[in-house]
């Protein structure tokens, strides 16, 4: 498996690049926000997650399953 270059990401990333670079789907997105693993911030309709937040997650081994 490829290893995530995680300095190339912006502070704040849109859902559908944290489903692309993490490879879940949208249903594992939504199911960690409303299970309120994931903080987000909503601006113009479009979901936001910080980067720092994203990391955390996957430190506690989420793995989208």
Same mark, same amino acid.
């Given at each position: 498996?490829?290893?995530?270059? %995680?300095?190339? +990401?912006?502070?704040?990333?849109?859902?559908?690049?944290?489903?692309?670079?993490?490879?879940?789907?949208? =249903?594992? %997105?939504?199911? +960690?926000?409303?299970?309120?693993?994931?903080?987000?911030?909503?601006?113009?309709?479009?979901?936001?997650? =910080?980067?720092?937040d994203i990391i955390r997650?996957?430190?506690?081994?989420?793995?989208?399953?």
């Amino acid at each position: 498996m490829k290893k995530m270059d %995680l300095s190339e +990401w912006s502070d704040w990333i849109d859902g559908q690049d944290v489903m692309e670079k993490l490879h879940i789907t949208r =249903r594992t %997105l939504q199911r +960690w926000r409303t299970n309120r693993l994931i903080p987000f911030s909503q601006l113009r309709g479009r979901l936001y997650y =910080r980067k720092s937040d994203i990391i955390r997650l996957l430190k506690k081994g989420f793995n989208g399953k």
